[in-house]
């Protein structure tokens, strides 16, 4: 299993233009979900979602959009990029248990500077 | 929806002593408690968790602490060594499983 996979690990992009960050999972995961790490602050969740087809916000939403045509894909598209989305983003992917929350698998993350 | 704190922000021990880390949360309704070690660089790993029918969990060097009443977590580790030098995140998240809340990090430095 190659677990969960971003790429790419490194992207710097001007002001206003837009791209794609790419994230998959082998393990069959309902759940997979986007987080942005700035210093200081911990992860913050961007957007998530709970099976092919369905996706939701999460605390950080505004300038950036999901979808979710397949359990193993999750792409998360930056439609105008802004400075203050210079940023480390991380993808997670979890299983759905009738028990309650379980532990999240990280993607390795993707280093973005916005200039 | 939820908030979660954690304090410190910084910690600096000497090896061989203990650390202990420390979390709020606000939301009753979460009852999953992950706590995870970030390396610089590298991704969050899970080190230990804890879910809310239980007060308090082991492995090995790490511990984990609930008190739901108060609405606090704490991860303790002991016989420190240089190699549990990271950034340690405390997490919450509720039944349903699919939204994590994070506190904002701890940079432990386990000084030889």
């Known amino acids: 299993n190659a677990g969960v996979t971003q790429t790419p690990k490194f992207q710097v992009l001007k002001t206003g233009q837009s791209m794609t960050l790419q994230c998959a999972q082998d393990m069959n995961h309902e759940y997979m979900s986007w987080y942005r790490q700035d210093p200081g602050m911990g992860l913050r969740l961007i957007h998530y979602s709970v099976g092919a087809g369905i996706t939701d916000q999460g605390e950080v939403p505004n300038g950036y959009n999901v979808s979710r045509s397949t359990t193993e894909d999750f792409p998360l598209r930056l439609l105008s990029a802004a400075p203050s989305q210079t940023s480390v983003y991380f993808c997670a992917s979890s299983y759905n248990q009738a028990g309650g929350a379980v532990q999240q698998y990280f993607g390795p993350g993707t280093r973005l500077t916005v200039t | 929806g939820e908030n979660v704190e954690q304090h410190p922000s910084t910690l600096s021990v000497q090896e061989g002593d203990s650390a202990v880390i420390k979390c709020t949360y606000s939301?009753?309704?979460?009852?999953?408690f992950p706590w995870y070690k970030q390396e610089l660089g590298k991704r969050p790993q899970l080190i230990i968790d804890?879910?809310?029918?239980?007060g308090e969990k082991k492995d090995q060097r790490i511990a984990v602490t609930l008190n739901k009443t108060a609405k606090h977590f704490s991860l303790h580790i002991t016989e420190t060594q240089p190699e549990d030098s990271a950034v340690y995140f405390c997490a919450a998240s509720t039944f349903s499983g699919n939204q994590f809340y994070f506190g904002t990090g701890t940079s432990l430095t386990v000084i030889p």
């Open positions: 939301d009753s309704a979460s009852n999953y």
């Open positions: 804890i879910r809310s029918n239980v």
